[in-house]
């Protein structure tokens, strides 16, 4: 499958401290560093395979702020993996690349933020794969070179992945800045929120039957890339097309949702919890023939909805979102239009009906977009890692024995319960 099914896409989505930020003076003031997105995460995807762990990191992305008098010069990053204290993998991103991916960042952003300066922004299409950023009232800088008053993103989530295979489980990220002020090197060490996460409920699968899950979390291009959407699934039913490539339509040329194998599927709470908030008033009818409309022509329709219906509904069609009541949400959208049964202040069980499959909103093709999060709100929350009763790591490897999450890329093919 070519087309992308998922909700990312807009913007290019244990406790644990949260970055407070590295410090040093910097002339007759000081230079920080910090984590850009307020209460990021730093959650690795993992998996045994024998006596070996595999670790998959997505580093957070960083704010440098210079309320000190003079410029200050970004120069190279190098992120090291810890494991029982000592370095076991490190990786430099160079002076030049880092330059080039500031300068294109900033240019982006302008555009969008504007010039002045900015505090706390939660701007919604940057917030799809951010969250809340906080600029520390500073003014976004041209390039790599940080002017007073000015701050500088690091976007590293978009420049290195930090992976590794080796005997010991990774506990830890470091990340080191470098940076120049008055001709002087330095380096800037913000500490990272790192915790190899793992799911405290017990989850059932949110649909029965067959399902083929694509769009996982080492598919780094989609889900991957967004806060709250970093260890989501889409989930349809795909056979063989005539072509011989899977597809999730039963019919040879599809022109109406009901052609789609996963269509109206009954969707199912995946624990016990309460139901926080959802949204059912897209109407099929805008999606209805989904072969029809290019990605393109479906940002344009999602873009149209939002004045209606509000960025969230119409980003993810009809959706729910409930609470396991153990700091563990669920999300589930692109539900067809009038099947929602449950509303906010319900209490729900473990396999209730709660909805079924649908085609609304940011979608393709009819399918389910799941995923869990840190809190109820899908444009602040982290995404959560999460395995499912019935469904153990050896579907992804016969080898695997255990796992955080379903972490291929695309193409799991399972029968629920």
């Known amino acids: 499958m070519t087309r992308h099914l998922g909700l990312f896409g807009l913007c290019a989505l244990a406790v644990c401290h949260l970055c407070q930020g590295a410090e040093i003076k910097a002339g007759s003031g000081d230079v920080t560093v910090r984590c850009l997105t307020v209460g990021k995460k730093v959650i690795p995807v993992f998996a045994q395979c024998g006596h070996l762990w595999i670790f998959n990191i ?9 309320n000190s008098k003079d410029p200050v010069k970004v120069g190279e990053v190098v992120l090291t993996a810890m494991a029982a204290g000592r370095e076991v993998v490190r990786t430099t991103i160079l002076t030049e690349v880092i330059s080039a991916a500031m300068e294109q960042v900033h240019a982006q952003w302008r555009a969008k933020l504007g010039d002045g300066p900015l505090g706390t922004v939660m701007e919604p299409m940057l917030a ?19 002017k007073p008053g000015e701050c500088g993103i690091i ?17 830890g990220l470091k990340i080191s800045v470098a940076v120049e002020e008055r001709g002087k090197p330095q380096t800037l060490e913000p500490p990272v929120p790192y915790v190899a996460y793992e799911c405290k409920g017990r989850y059932r699968f949110p649909l029965g039957g067959d399902c083929t899950l694509v769009c996982m979390p080492m598919n780094v291009t989609q889900h991957r890339k967004a806060l709250s959407q970093e260890f989501a699934i889409d989930v349809l039913d795909a056979g063989p097309a005539v072509d011989g490539v899977l597809s999730g339509a039963r019919a040879p040329s599809p022109s109406k949702l009901e052609d789609y194998a996963i269509y109206h599927r009954s969707v199912m709470a995946v624990g016990d919890g309460t139901v926080m908030t959802t949204g059912n008033r ?14 393109a022509e479906i940002d344009r329709l999602m873009e149209k909805s939002i004045p209606k219906l509000g960025f969230l509904h119409a980003l993810a069609g009809n959706y729910i979102v409930i609470d396991h009541g153990n700091g563990e949400f669920s999300f589930y959208a692109h539900l067809a239009e009038n099947t929602i049964t449950v509303k906010p202040g319900d209490t729900v069980r473990k396999g209730d009906i709660i909805a079924a499959v649908g085609n609304t909103g940011r979608s393709t093709e009819p399918h389910l977009h799941f995923q869990m999060m840190d809190g109820p709100n899908f444009l602040e929350a982290n995404g959560l890692p999460v395995m499912f009763d019935g469904i153990p790591p050896n579907v992804m490897n016969d080898n695997y024995t255990a796992a955080n999450t379903l972490m291929g890329s695309d193409h799991i093919c399972l029968r629920a319960e």
Not at 155 to 171: I, N, V
């Open 58 to 66: 997505k580093p957070p992305d960083l704010v440098l702020i210079n």
């Open 128 to 146: 799809t794969g951010l969250g809340e950023m906080n600029f520390g009232g500073a003014r976004l800088a041209d390039g790599a070179t940080v």
């Open 282 to 295: 897209y109407p099929d009818a805008v999606q209805a023939n989904p072969a029809s409309l290019s990605l």
């Open 155 to 171: 976007m590293l989530s978009q420049l290195q992945f930090l992976s590794h295979t080796g005997a010991m489980k990774l506990e």
